[in-house]
């Protein structure tokens, strides 16, 4: 059986398993072994050809793989903790102002400053919270 043969075979067989798998890379060994494959057939000898598979292999493992999965992973687009909070509503239940305050922000109570350090933001007032800093939100009214 000629060599280019077992390569392609071998090529086909590593793709079949990155199928089931899913780890990237089975498929880039069996694109290492098709390149193979393509230089068995024009009549490199067979350490070459090794040699060609195991230069193909890490390439493919070292510098395609990592893009490959940063590619497939979707970024984290949850937040938790106090950074599910940016973004959200609280209600005002002692003045704020730029030195202090007290929100509400789903159903707990907070310390609180304005944002912008001029305002002063009256009990009963819908805020946003723009960020925390430490067990402070920084909020700014709603308009």
Known sequence: ????????????????????TLTAALGLLGGA???TA?????GLPLPWQFLVF???A??????????????LT????????VDALVGGAAYVTSEVT??????????????????????VIPPGTTVDVMEIKGTTALVYPRE
């Not at 059986?1 to 089931?20: H, K, N, Q």
């Not at 890490?58 to 590619?71: D, H, S």
């Not at 979707?74 to 903790?81: A, H, I, K, L, V």
């Open 1 to 20: 059986m000629d060599s280019w043969l077992i390569w392609s075979i071998a090529a086909l067989l590593l793709g079949v398993a990155e199928i089931f």
């Open 33 to 35: 072994a098709l390149i």
């Open 38 to 42: 393509g230089t068995a057939a024009l």
């Open 54 to 56: 195991a230069v193909a």
């Open 58 to 71: 890490t390439a493919g493992v070292l510098f395609v793989r990592p893009v490959a999965l940063r590619r």
């Open 74 to 81: 979707p970024p984290q687009n949850e937040r938790f903790g």
């Open 98 to 119: 730029g030195l202090g305050g007290r929100v509400r922000i789903g159903g707990e109570e907070w310390t609180a400053r304005a944002y912008d350090e001029t305002l």
